[in-house]
């Protein structure tokens, strides 16, 4: 029987497979600067903004909101380990007065205070996730998915560099 490990290394080469297993459904890899910055210019992130993370690993683009933009933000990740991870950044940054981190399962997490809901999670996962951002988050709030979509639906933005994307979504008025 193959490792997740060894499954990783298989469809996604070594350089996937270097990353450590977590133990929810996808493995945490890590998002690098250039599309965090992408990630936060696309969603117009403002010091007026609660920017959500689900699935946040060590808290990076929660911090990097915080730290560029003076938005508030909460990571959310099952990973225990991760969430420490991301509260030590978070003093290190300098931005624990904007910011928090809790070990939960994205599924039953509370996210309707977000004004942005950033996602690196597979499309499997974003479209069980849908309803809830769709029906819970404030109308105009946005939603960013870094590498996978949502299903079916179609972006209203979308950054494309070689096989690297990032889309996002605008929850419409009710």
Known sequence: MISRRGLLYA??????AQYEESPGEVPWVP????????????AKVTKDDVVYDLGCGDGRVVIAAAKKTGARGAGIDIDPKRIAEA????????????????????????????TVVMLYMYRSINERLAPRLFSELKPGS?????????GNRKPEKQWKRGDQKVMMWTVPAR
């Open 11 to 16: 469809l996604g080469g070594p350089l996937l």
């Open 87 to 114: 509260n030590e950044a978070a003093k290190r940054a300098g931005v624990t007065h904007l910011v928090e981190f809790r070990t939960q399962d994205v599924f039953q997490a509370q996210f309707s205070d977000a």
């Open 142 to 150: 946005r939603i960013v998915c870094n590498q996978y979509g949502i």
């Open 31 to 42: 998002s690098d600067d250039r599309k965090i910055d992408v990630m936060l210019r696309m």
